[in-house]
C-alpha cells in the first residue's frame, strides 16, 4: 500500500495569508500519461470530503482560484494565497494510482 | 447532478454484520466508465479505502486487505444502487462510512478521481 504523509498536523492561519500543505507519497504518483495521479481534498466538520484538486494541480469545478496544487512523482504541495475563513478544515491528500487508494493523515487548517 | 443517498442502521452489534447502502441519482452504477466505492473514517485509522464494485462488460470487486475477508460489495441496478455488508464487526469497526463515486476526467477514461461522496452515515458497533 503507498503511504502518504502530509505536514503540517495543524496549520494556524490568518484570513488574508498564504497556506501551504505538503503531501509525500512512499511511491511516484506520475502515470506514463505524463499525470499525477494525486487529489486534494477538503473536509469541513459533520461533511463529506470535497473535491478541491485533480490530478496534481486542476482545480475542481467551482473551486476559487486562491487554491492552487503542484508537485510531481512523489512530493506534492497544496497553497491558498490567502486564506479566508470558510477555508477552515481538514485537508486531505489521496493518490488514485495504485490500488488500494490511499489518503494521507490530513492537515487541520484553523483560522486565528 | 450526480448525488449519493446512503442509507442503514447507525448501530450494529459485535459479531453481527453491517450493512448500508448508497443510491445513485444522475448515474448509473452499472456504467462503463466509473467505480462505485466505500470508505470510512475513523479517528484511529482515518480515511481507509474499503472497496469497489465497477461493470465493464462484467462485474468486478476489489477489496481492501485489511477487511477483505469479512466485506461484500454488490450492485443492484434494478434499483441503480450498491451495498456494502461487513460481516463480524467489533468495536474497532466504528467508523463513519461513506460511499463514493470514481470516475475519469481525462479523455484515455482511466479513472482519476473519487468526485462525488455520499454524506456519510456514523456507525457504532456496541452491545
Known amino acids: 500500500e503507498i503511504v502518504m504523509t502530509q505536514s503540517p498536523l495543524s496549520l494556524p492561519v490568518t484570513p488574508g495569508e498564504p497556506a501551504s500543505i505538503s503531501c509525500k507519497s512512499s511511491?511516484?504518483?506520475?502515470?506514463?500519461?505524463?499525470?499525477?495521479?494525486l487529489n486534494w481534498y477538503l473536509q469541513k466538520p459533520g461533511q463529506s470530503p470535497q473535491l478541491l484538486i485533480f490530478?496534481?494541480?486542476n482545480r475542481a469545478s467551482g473551486v476559487p482560484d486562491r487554491f492552487s496544487g503542484s508537485g510531481s512523482g512523489t512530493d506534492f504541495t497544496l497553497k491558498i494565497s490567502r486564506v479566508e475563513t470558510e477555508d477552515a478544515g481538514i485537508y486531505y491528500c489521496?493518490?488514485?494510482?495504485?490500488?488500494?487508494?490511499?489518503f494521507g493523515g490530513g492537515t487541520k487548517v484553523e483560522i486565528k | 447532478q450526480v448525488k449519493l443517498q446512503q442509507s442503514g442502521p447507525g448501530l450494529v452489534k459485535p459479531s453481527q454484520t453491517l450493512s448500508l447502502t448508497c443510491v445513485i441519482s444522475g448515474d448509473s452504477v452499472s456504467g462503463a466508465y466509473s467505480a462505485w466505492n466505500w470508505i470510512r473514517q475513523s479517528p484511529s485509522r482515518g480515511l481507509e479505502w474499503l472497496g469497489r464494485?465497477?461493470?465493464?462488460?462484467?462485474?468486478?470487486?476489489e477489496y481492501g486487505e485489511s477487511v477483505e475477508s469479512r466485506i461484500k460489495i454488490t450492485a443492484d441496478t434494478s434499483k441503480n444502487q450498491f451495498s456494502l455488508q461487513l460481516k463480524a464487526v467489533t468495536p474497532e469497526d466504528t467508523a463513519i462510512y461513506f460511499c463514493a463515486r470514481e470516475a475519469p476526467t481525462l479523455i484515455d477514461l482511466r479513472m482519476d478521481v473519487f468526485d462525488i461522496w455520499g454524506q456519510g452515515t456514523k456507525v457504532t458497533v456496541s452491545s
Open positions: 489521496m493518490q488514485v494510482l495504485h490500488t488500494p487508494p490511499s
Open positions: 490530478l496534481g494541480s
Open positions: 464494485t465497477y461493470y465493464r462488460s462484467k462485474w468486478y470487486n
Open positions: 511511491q511516484s504518483l506520475l502515470h506514463d500519461n505524463g499525470y499525477n495521479y
